[in-house]
T-cell receptor, first 117, second 110 residues
Framework: DTEVTQTPKHLVMGMTNKKSLKCEQH?????MYWYKQKAKKPPELMFV???????INESVPSRFSPECPNSSLLNLHLHALQPEDSALYLC????????????????FGEGSRLTVL | GEDVEQSLFLSVREGDSSVINCTYT??????LYWYKQEPGAGLQLLTY?????DMKQDQRLTVLLNKKDKHLSLRIADTQTGDSAIYFC??????????FGGGTRLMVKP
C-alpha cells in the first residue's frame, strides 16, 4: 500500500463553521505533513509531525489546528477560517529523515479542496 | 534561505523532447527531486537525484545535475499528451524538508 488517502476531496464551509480534514497512510511512515497550495503556486509547508509529535509549525494561524492521533492518521481541524484560506490542502508522509541518508521521498495524497465562503 | 526557480511555462509538440530547467541556491542540498502534478491532483514523485551524481535516466526521463552551476534539468523523451502537467523541482538537505520551485506548466500539443 503506497497511498496517502485524504478526505473529504472537496469541502465548502462558512467562516463560522468547524470542520476537519483527514489523512491516512499505512506505509509505516513516521513523518506526516500538511501543505497548503494556492492555484498556480507551489505547495507551502504548514506543519510537520515526526513520531506523532509536532516538530514544525510554519507560523500557521491558530484557526488551523493539526492533530496526529496515531502513526497512521493526521487531522487538520479548521475553525473560523477566512475566504483567503480557500486552497488545496495536501497531506504527505515520509520516512523520518536521517542526516545524509535516504531520499526525502514524500508521498502525497490527492488533496482536499477547501472553499471558504 | 533556500531558493528554487523554474520557468513558468513550456509548450512542445507531441513526440518531441521536453526539457524543464531549474536552478537552486542551497549548496548543502542533498537530494533534488522532480514532482508532477496533474490538474486537481496531488504531487507525484517522478524521479530524484543525489547531489553527488550528475545524471540519472529512468525510461523516458533523464535528469541532469550541474552542481557547480546549481542547475537541474528534466528531459522527457517522446513527450505525450498525458505528460501535460505542472512539474515542480524541489531540493532537500539532510532532513526531509523540501523547498519547491514555482512549477513549470508543460503543455503538449497534438
Amino acid at each position: 500500500d503506497t497511498e496517502v488517502t485524504q478526505t473529504p476531496k472537496h469541502l465548502v464551509m462558512g467562516m463560522t463553521n468547524k470542520k476537519s480534514l483527514k489523512c491516512e497512510q499505512h506505509m509505516g511512515h513516521r513523518a506526516m505533513y500538511w501543505y497548503k497550495q494556492k492555484a498556480k503556486k507551489p505547495p507551502e509547508l504548514m506543519f510537520v509531525y515526526s513520531y506523532e509529535k509536532l516538530s514544525i509549525n510554519e507560523s500557521v494561524p491558530s484557526r488551523f489546528s493539526p492533530e496526529c492521533p496515531n502513526s497512521s492518521l493526521l487531522n487538520l481541524h479548521l475553525h473560523a477560517l477566512q475566504p483567503e484560506d480557500s486552497a488545496l490542502y495536501l497531506c504527505a508522509s515520509s520516512q523520518v529523515g536521517r542526516s545524509g541518508k535516504g531520499p526525502g521521498e514524500l508521498f502525497f495524497g490527492e488533496g482536499s479542496r477547501l472553499t471558504v465562503l | 534561505g533556500e531558493d528554487v526557480e523554474q520557468s513558468l511555462f513550456l509548450s512542445v509538440r507531441e513526440g518531441d523532447s521536453s526539457v524543464i530547467n531549474c536552478t537552486y541556491t542551497d549548496s548543502s542540498s542533498t537530494y533534488l527531486y522532480w514532482y508532477k502534478q496533474e490538474p486537481g491532483a496531488g504531487l507525484q514523485l517522478l524521479t530524484y537525484i543525489f547531489s553527488n551524481m550528475d545524471m540519472k535516466q529512468d525510461q523516458r526521463l533523464t535528469v541532469l545535475l550541474n552542481k557547480k552551476d546549481k542547475h537541474l534539468s528534466l528531459r522527457i523523451a517522446d513527450t505525450q499528451t498525458g505528460d501535460s502537467a505542472i512539474y515542480f523541482c524541489a531540493e532537500s538537505n539532510a532532513g526531509n524538508m523540501l523547498t519547491f520551485g514555482g512549477g513549470t506548466r508543460l503543455m503538449v500539443k497534438p
